[in-house]
């Protein structure tokens, strides 16, 4: 029996709604399991912060994926666009952790968007609105402009250090990006090999573009974590207990494209390590979006 719909079978159904539940129980209740035994203060709305987060790096995702990936698609037919709900979808959640943010801290709105954290949110918001409209116009490249907008506002958001914040800021830019990349469009180029029924050429063109964004990762991550947590924090802090996750994460992702690239090199069917692959990159970022509400390390420990 076959399902109407995107799902097809009831076992496809069944995986995607236990995904979802699985996605709402670590947004809404990590951050106070990462905390447990840590005595650090706790984050007001920490779950509800974690959920719009997530959907704010989703939506970039989804766009920025689908930007590269219809370039590395070449001739043949396309999935549908996802580009434009992805985009409001993040300037609806952008829109709502100002309202969060307001509600939490009991002060206005007008005065929030006077705040350095209000400014930077309602910039990402508008600039994902600005770019749904141009994923919508008859120039969807164009959206990458205020994607570059949204990103710089989110590393800006991130690193309100004042020891030297240009560093780490560019590090959360790059890190950024090159995340969104390798899952958005990992993302569309299995979408599209789907749409085909094979595709080999799309994943091959893919995969050289996935080995300079992996280095990009692994560099600004491995900087970004020498530079925040504390060698004797990692176990002792939320931060440093949910990077390591992260980290087992990435190294499960890792082996999952080296595999997929050692089926392509073979000739093999290389479809199934990576949507394996593009599951665990999923993990990542809900875990990344847990990350960004846990309190930040530096300075706790002497």
Same mark, same amino acid.
């Given at each position: ?80 666009a996802r580009s434009v709900p992805a985009s409001l979808l993040a300037a609806a959640a ?21 705040? @350095?954290? %209000?400014?930077? !949110? *309602?910039?990402? =918001?508008? /600039?994902?609105?600005?770019? &749904? +409209?141009? #994923?919508?116009?008859? @120039?969807? %490249?164009?959206? !990458? *402009?205020?994607? =570059?907008? /949204?990103?710089?506002?989110? &590393? +800006?958001? #991130? ?7 240009? !560093? ?9 990006? &090159? ?85 392509m090199l073979s000739g093999g069917d290389a479809q199934a390590p990576a949507r394996v ?7 990542i970022v809900v875990v990344s979006a847990l990350l960004t509400v846990v309190p930040d ?6």
């Open positions: 029996m076959t399902l109407p719909g995107p799902f097809g079978t009831p076992s496809r159904l069944t995986a995607a709604v236990l995904a979802a539940v699985a996605v709402l129980v670590v947004a809404l209740l990590g951050a106070g399991l990462a905390q447990a035994g840590t005595d650090e203060l706790r984050i007001p709305a920490a779950g509800t912060t974690t959920l719009l987060r997530l959907l704010v790096f989703t939506g970039l995702a989804v766009h920025l994926g689908e930007l590269v990936g219809c370039r590395l698609a070449g001739e043949g037919p396309r999935p549908r952008s829109a709502g952790l100002l309202l969060l943010f307001a509600a939490v801290s009991g002060l206005s709105p007008s005065i929030v968007y006077g705040l @350095r954290e %209000g400014r930077l !949110v *309602l910039v990402t =918001a508008n /600039a994902f609105v600005l770019a &749904a +409209l141009c #994923a919508a116009s008859r @120039r969807p %490249g164009l959206a !990458v *402009l205020p994607l =570059a907008v /949204a990103v710089g506002a989110e &590393a +800006l958001r #991130a690193h309100p250090e004042t020891y030297q914040p240009l !560093v780490g800021t560019s590090l959360t830019f790059v890190h950024l990006t &090159a995340a969104s990349l390798w899952a958005g469009t990992l993302l569309y180029v299995l979408r599209t090999m789907r749409l085909r029924g094979g595709g080999r050429e799309v994943l091959v063109r893919y995969a050289r573009m996935a080995a300079w964004v992996y280095a990009a990762l692994a560099v600004t991550g491995t900087a970004t974590t020498l530079r925040k947590l504390p060698l004797d924090a990692v176990l002792g802090t939320a931060y440093g207990r949910v990077l390591l996750v992260k980290l087992v994460l990435f190294g499960g992702a890792s082996l999952l494209a080296l595999a997929a690239r050692g089926r692959e593009v599951s665990v990159l999923a993990a390390p530096h300075g706790i420990v002497p």
